[in-house]
């Protein structure tokens, strides 16, 4: 896949593990960036590099879940 490759709907499902209706919803919600072209949509490297990070999620000890708690963090 070169970098200018636009992704369908079913190839982000296929790299994403998940259905397309997951795709369209994310598209529905505008979750993620996409390109549109009449009534295709289609996905970025970037767009996609991009939502993966938005959604990363970094692990926590009880330590620090415990301090964030105490101080009113979360």
């Known amino acids: 896949m070169t ?3 636009l992704m369908t709907s079913k ?5 994403l593990r998940q259905t397309e209706r997951f795709v369209r ?3 529905a919600g505008r979750k993620i960036e996409y390109v549109k072209s009449g009534r295709a949509v289609r996905f970025t490297r970037q767009a996609v590099a991009d939502y993966i990070e938005r959604n990363r999620v970094q692990p926590t000890s009880r330590a620090e879940l415990r ?8």
């Open 3 to 5: 970098d200018d490759h």
């Open 11 to 15: 190839e982000l499902a296929t790299y």
């Open 25 to 27: 919803r994310l598209v």
């Open 67 to 74: 301090r964030a708690i105490l101080e009113g963090l979360v």
